[in-house]
Every structure is written in structure tokens, then in C-alpha cells.
């Protein structure tokens, strides 16, 4: 658990790490939206975004994503990145078939020894939850984005309002 000391309190913190998909194949257009694979820029994006997250020593401890196959192969992507065990990667159907007020439910029941968070999902309901975790409203947030919030809790149920700590995306970091 994270914890540092602010004004002789000691504050311990939740971190949760937002990720859109990336880039999604439209050569079958027959194809359930729940079973479109990446692209080629997509697979190229979470090398970038990976890279990034390394280099920056960002760990998960956690990582859920949608069951939506692209949401997860950019999730089994970064997480190699990372060196997480994608066998521990969990995919909750409400990150895709939920709403954002669902998925901060699912995010209070999160057991408290994970300290640092990172989910895969799809817009819009992910700008939705960005606003109702931070207030922030993003214009866009592009395929391969990641959006780090930042949690003064030492529970995930006591979670509300978080700061912006990283708005980083594939197309930013290699300008």
C-alpha cells in the first residue's frame, strides 16, 4: 500500500489507470462489435503507449478489462509491457456493457490490498467516468489513450473525487 505523510497524517492512496482500446479492425464489417480484433496501428499504438507506462514505472497490481476482444488484446498488450500475468487480467462485462456509475460500483468493490489500478474499456462511457472521477472533461480521448487518477484513500469503497496525474496518448508521444 502506498502511503506518504502530509501534515503529520499519513494519507494512503488508490491509483486507477484508464485505457481506451486501441485501434479496431473494420475488414469484416459483418463482425459483432464485441469481436473486432486491432489493426495494425492499433498493435502499433500499445507498443508506444506500453513503452510510455514502462519507462514512467508504472506497475498494475490489477488490471480488468472489457470482454470485448479488442478492449482485451490491448490490455494482453500493455500488460507485457508491464510484466503482468495476463492469466491474473480479469474482464467484467460491465466495463462494456455498463455505465459509467456501474463501473465506479464495480471499482468501490475492489479488494484493498490493490493499490494501483488499471482498466480497458471503450467510449464514451469512458470520458463519462474520467468526468465523474476528476471533473474533467476531455474534448477527445483517442484509441490507446491513458488517463491516470489519482485517489487520497486508503479503501477502494471510499474512493470519490481523484486528481489527474498523466492524459497521454499514442499520437502526443510521438510528435
Partial sequence: M??????????????????????????????????RPL???????????????????????LIISSPAIRAHETAKGVSE?????????????VVYFGTSSAIIEMLKKINDRHTDVFLFGHEPILSSLIFQ??????????????????FKADSWSA???????LFVY???LTE
Fill in 81 to 93: 509491457w508491464l510484466l503482468y500475468d495476463e492469466k491474473k487480467l480479469l474482464l467484467e462485462p
Fill in 170 to 172: 499514442p499520437k502526443l
Fill in 133 to 150: 472521477l476528476t471533473k474533467t472533461t476531455l474534448e477527445k480521448f483517442p484509441t490507446c489513450s491513458v488517463f491516470r487518477i489519482a
Fill in 2 to 35: 502506498i502511503k506518504f505523510r502530509e501534515n503529520s497524517l499519513t494519507i494512503y492512496m488508490k491509483y486507477l489507470t484508464i485505457i481506451r482500446h486501441a485501434k479496431s479492425s473494420w475488414e469484416q464489417p459483418d463482425l459483432d462489435d464485441i469481436a
Fill in 39 to 61: 489493426n495494425e496501428r492499433g498493435k502499433n499504438a500499445i507498443k508506444i503507449i506500453g513503452k510510455h507506462l514502462q519507462e514512467n514505472h508504472l506497475q498494475a497490481d
Fill in 159 to 165: 474512493i470519490k473525487t481523484g486528481n489527474k496525474e
